[in-house]
Structures are given as structure tokens and as C-alpha cells.
């Protein structure tokens, strides 16, 4: 699941169409605990894992109009999972988003339509190789000084590597529709708690090592198989996903901020043989974020 973006930098890019031109750049540093980290349907199929993730990126704001500005984002991150060894990755990514805030009011909303590409490349897992390419829109509102809500919409697709074996497909070619809607509230002078809730239509991977015989899309993963004791079977169905988090920033000296995050997610499948089945989990995530020109 992808991570709410830290409210230190959300503030800050929201405010591009008041800045001049800007170059920054931004150190990421993330302790992450994932209750389900094998997406597995039964208690069997279940196992956690702790990631090790840290982040370089740039950003570059460009004013293009009196209330107007562009942002293009670059990064490369690397996460190591101290379980299951084979999904540690390198990811590049890139974003480039146009903001607009036609109002001059405080509460004026900021409209965004933004670009994402992601590049991703495992240490053993080649069904998981490739991209992710991202249109999406979204709208924010300061309600009061404190308050501010938002909401959004997207378009994700994923194009897999290759599964490696005769009569299997790539499992992790997949298209979502995403829709969220977010609430920050400022507490006291800088700190900023956070929550989002967000539905996922469309494709999910479910891994079984206890259930075989699915229609539809499938393939067997071998990067989950060790640690879970058997052969897993993962198969791509149309899903409906929840994901709700709650979290809370605190910026610190010099450009330093700390940010906290709990998660919840659930997935159910809507068609095929695995109709009804689901999986659930939660994340806890540290991040420590530096931010500086």
C-alpha cells in the first residue's frame, strides 16, 4: 500500500503556487512492520515482516502563473525485508504535478493532476519486476487554520516481470481505480495529525499455500515459499480494498521532522472461484524525514 505523504512536505508543495522557483531535496529514513506481509488468505498463508527502507529525492517547484506552479519529483529508494529477503527492492521514481488555486480566499481550494512513475526491481522476485505508471487528481481545502480536508482520485497501472514458468502469467500485471479522502488537523504550533481513507477497485494478489484450483489468473511465487513451508499459489482476481490510516508528524529543527503511522487494509475478492475470500493486515511505520536546499 502506498504511504500518505508526510504532512511536512504536503504543506509545503501545496503552497507552490506562493513560491518562487525552488529547488529541495529530501532524506527518508522508514521502520516498517507489516502484520500480513505475504498477503496470505488463512492463518497458514499469514506471515509479518520488518522493513528497512531509506529514500534520496529532489524536488523542483517552477511558478506558472499568478496563482499556478508545476512540482517534478525524482527519488531512488531502496527497502531490505529482514523476513523474506527476496522482496528487498530498488525503486525509482519520478512525479511531475500542476497545482492551481483559483480563489484568493484562505479556504480556497488547491487542484492538483498529477503523473507517477515507479521502476522496480527485486532482489529474487521476478514476477515482481517492472512498473507502475499513475494518473491522478485530487482537491484540498484549508477549513480553518487547523484544519484542512482533501480528496482524490487515481489510476494505477502495473506491468509485471516474467513468471518464469510454462502455462503461468504475470501475475503482477494490474490496473486499479483508486478514491481517498483526507483530514489534518494542527495541533498546537507545528505538529499535525493525519487520517486518510482509501478504496482500491480493481486487481490484488491473494498467495495460498493451503488452497490450489484457481480459475482466472495464476502463477507460484518462490519468493514466499521458503518461509511459509510449501508451494504458494498466487492468483490475480478483481478485489474491493480498504485502507484507513492514522498518523501524526512533528517537525523538528532545520528542516527535520518525525512522522508516525498505523494502517489498516483488507481485501475481498468479488469474482472467479475465489469469490469472498480475503485477506487483512496491518502496518506501523517510524519515518524520520530531513528536508533541505
Given amino acids: 500500500m502506498k504511504r500518505y505523504p508526510a ?3 504536503v504543506l509545503l508543495l501545496a503552497a507552490t503556487p ?3 522557483d525552488s529547488t529541495r531535496f529530501g532524506l527518508d529514513a522508514d521502520l516498517l512492520h507489516d502484520s500480513n506481509a505475504s498477503r496470505g488468505l488463512y492463518d497458514a498463508d499469514r506471515k509479518a515482516d520488518n522493513i528497512l527502507s531509506a529514500e534520496g529525492s529532489v524536488t523542483h517547484s517552477r511558478v506558472t502563473g499568478a496563482r499556478s506552479g508545476a512540482v ?3 527519488g531512488v529508494r531502496y527497502s531490505q525485508f529482514t523476513t ?3 522482496l528487498s527492492n530498488l525503486a525509482l521514481t519520478g512525479r511531475a504535478a500542476w497545482r492551481i488555486q483559483p480563489g484568493t480566499e484562505f479556504s480556497s481550494p488547491i487542484f492538483e493532476v498529477a503523473g507517477n512513475l515507479v521502476w522496480l526491481q527485486h532482489a529474487d522476485s521476478a514476477i515482481r519486476d517492472g512498473t507502475i505508471a499513475t494518473l491522478e487528481a485530487s482537491i484540498g481545502s484549508h477549513l480553518t487554520d487547523r484544519v484542512r480536508l482533501g480528496a482524490g482520485a487515481a489510476y494505477d497501472q502495473r506491468d509485471g516481470g516474467d513468471p518464469g514458468r510454462v502455462g503461468e502469467v504475470a501475475i503482477y500485471d494490474m490496473k486499479n481505480s483508486r478514491l481517498w479522502a483526507t483530514l489534518d488537523y494542527r495541533l498546537g504550533t507545528k505538529s499535525t495529525a493525519y ?6 477497485g480493481g486487481d490484488q494478489v491473494f498467495n495460498s499455500v493451503t488452497s490450489s484450483g484457481f480459475s482466472g489468473a495464476w502463477a507460484t511465487d518462490p519468493a514466499l515459499a521458503g518461509e511459509l513451508g510449501g508451494v504458494v ?4 482476481v478483481d478485489s474491493s480494498t480498504f485502507v484507513y490510516d492514522l498518523g501524526l508528524n512533528v517537525p523538528l529543527a532545520g528542516g527535520h521532522a518525525l512522522d508516525f503511522q498505523f494502517s489498516y487494509y483488507t481485501s475481498k475478492a468479488e469474482e472467479g472461484s475465489q469469490t469472498g475470500n ?3 493486515g ?3 511505520r517510524a519515518s524520520y524525514l530531513y528536508r533541505f536546499q
Avoid at 487520517?195 to 482500491?200: D, K, S
Avoid at 499459489?233 to 490475480?236: E, I, L, Q
Fill in 282 to 284: 496491518m502496518l506501523l
Fill in 233 to 236: 499459489n498466487s492468483y490475480r
Fill in 278 to 280: 480475503k485477506y487483512d
Fill in 7 to 9: 504532512i511536512a512536505a
Fill in 18 to 20: 506562493a513560491l518562487a
Fill in 195 to 200: 487520517g486518510r481513507i482509501m478504496y482500491v
Fill in 84 to 86: 523474506f529477503d527476496d
Fill in 72 to 74: 517534478f519529483r525524482a
